[in-house]
């Protein structure tokens, strides 16, 4: 794990770009405990069979959260992209939006998503939950690595889910 630059931080809510960074803008369409994704990783969605197939899964599993509209084609110009933790053991663990623009930087893309703990002293029911974030990016990235930010707002490499 390695901090995310200061300046960045503080320059970027300026509009301003420092750390040679580029800043990407994040749309985050579905963020639940539950998702039909239960393996963790991170996932593309590239083709329309597979943009269908998501759709159905997220009905069948989305009971107090909207779904994304996703009745249309997929934009050349946006991917999809979905985050899954994999299983977990209660409630309390998920995934928390961080900001609204990803990070570019020397291949590496850090999503603006961490991933949340249980609270210490609170008690939460013991059900298996499967935490994701469904995400829209620009497609013009070339990231050969995407990671998340940790709940202290640090790089976190996505294969250590």
């Known amino acids: 794990m390695r901090p995310i630059c200061p300046a960045l931080m503080l320059l970027s809510t300026l509009g301003l770009s420092a750390c040679k960074a580029t800043q990407y803008p994040v749309e985050i369409l579905f963020n639940a ?82 991933e949340t703990q249980p609270l210490p002293g609170r008690m939460y029911a013991q059900v298996i939950v499967t935490p994701c974030a469904l995400l829209k990016l620009p497609s013009r990235l070339n990231a050969e690595t995407i990671r998340l930010l940790d709940s202290d707002q640090r790089d976190s490499d996505a294969n250590g889910l």
């Open 33 to 114: 405990n539950q998702c039909p994704q239960v393996t963790q990783g991170i996932y593309a969605i590239r083709s329309e069979a597979q943009r269908a197939q998501l759709s159905l899964q997220l009905s069948a599993v989305a009971v107090a959260q909207p779904i994304p509209d996703l009745a249309h084609p997929l934009d050349p110009e946006q991917t999809l992209i979905m985050v899954a933790l994999g299983p977990r053991p209660n409630p309390g663990h998920g995934l928390s939006a961080q900001g609204i623009h990803a990070m570019l930087e020397a291949g590496v893309l850090t999503l603006p998503l961490a």
